[in-house]
């Protein structure tokens, strides 16, 4: 019993040390891994601090919102699953549409690319104005950031009831967008009154 006893506390010793190894690497591990699927969304929006921004997903079987952000300092800033960034476009609201003495109807969505622009291309508001279809579907990434520089300015349109105020909003440069996604946007302004539909 005596020399049984001395053969097998070395070897239990030894799985439990090798079993303490495991559980170290993956408590390491997971923090890590768990890391790589977010996103750091930026949304750099020049002349536009106080606007409200938000993030959505619109696939086929998964929709979903993030709340709302306030630009500070020319940005809002949005974590998210990196699943999340397919299908992903841009709700935005300027500080002026509260004034509006009528309601646009919609909310303002930024175009991440409009018809026949190619992604890293800049576009003025004149340029965008002249456009009638647009995609704002982000075909989603893995990296830990990704910025989107958007431009945005108030434009008047025929609302309910009367003019009103709202936002054109547009990417600056122009990204790359899911294909067949190209909706109709109204002299340069995209807008939805649900979740845009990417895919």
Same mark, same amino acid.
């Given at each position: 019993m005596s020399v049984s006893g001395r053969r097998t506390v070395p070897a239990l010793a030894a799985v439990l040390a090798l079993v303490a190894g495991l559980l170290a690497t993956l408590l390491v591990a997971t923090p890590s891994s768990a890391a790589t699927d977010r996103t750091r969304v930026v949304v750099k929006v020049a002349d536009c601090e106080g606007c409200q921004v938000f993030v959505q997903q619109g696939l086929r079987n998964r929709w979903w919102a993030s709340r709302t952000r306030t630009v500070r300092d020319g940005k809002a800033v949005f974590v998210v699953p990196s699943s999340r960034t397919r299908g992903m476009s841009i709700g935005i609201t300027g500080t002026w549409e509260a004034a509006s003495p009528h309601p646009s109807g919609f909310q303002a969505i930024v175009t991440l690319r409009y018809k026949g622009v190619a992604a890293g291309s800049?576009?003025?508001?004149? @340029?965008? *104005?002249?456009? +009638?279809?647009?995609?704002? #579907?982000?075909?989603?990434?893995?990296?830990?950031?990704?910025?989107?520089?958007?431009?945005?300015?108030?434009?008047?349109?025929?609302?309910?009831?009367?003019?009103?105020?709202?936002?054109?909003?547009?990417?600056?440069?122009?990204?790359?967008?899911?294909?067949?996604?190209?909706?109709?946007?109204?002299? @340069?302004? *995209?807008?939805? +009154?649900?979740?845009?539909? #990417?895919?």
């Amino acid at each position: 019993m005596s020399v049984s006893g001395r053969r097998t506390v070395p070897a239990l010793a030894a799985v439990l040390a090798l079993v303490a190894g495991l559980l170290a690497t993956l408590l390491v591990a997971t923090p890590s891994s768990a890391a790589t699927d977010r996103t750091r969304v930026v949304v750099k929006v020049a002349d536009c601090e106080g606007c409200q921004v938000f993030v959505q997903q619109g696939l086929r079987n998964r929709w979903w919102a993030s709340r709302t952000r306030t630009v500070r300092d020319g940005k809002a800033v949005f974590v998210v699953p990196s699943s999340r960034t397919r299908g992903m476009s841009i709700g935005i609201t300027g500080t002026w549409e509260a004034a509006s003495p009528h309601p646009s109807g919609f909310q303002a969505i930024v175009t991440l690319r409009y018809k026949g622009v190619a992604a890293g291309s800049s576009i003025d508001q004149a @340029g965008a *104005a002249t456009k +009638q279809r647009g995609s704002a #579907c982000f075909p989603g990434t893995d990296a830990h950031r990704v910025v989107f520089h958007v431009t945005a300015r108030k434009v008047t349109i025929a609302g309910n009831g009367g003019p009103a105020d709202t936002t054109m909003a547009w990417a600056d440069p122009q990204v790359r967008t899911m294909r067949s996604t190209m909706m109709e946007v109204f002299d @340069g302004v *995209a807008g939805a +009154q649900d979740i845009v539909p #990417c895919w």
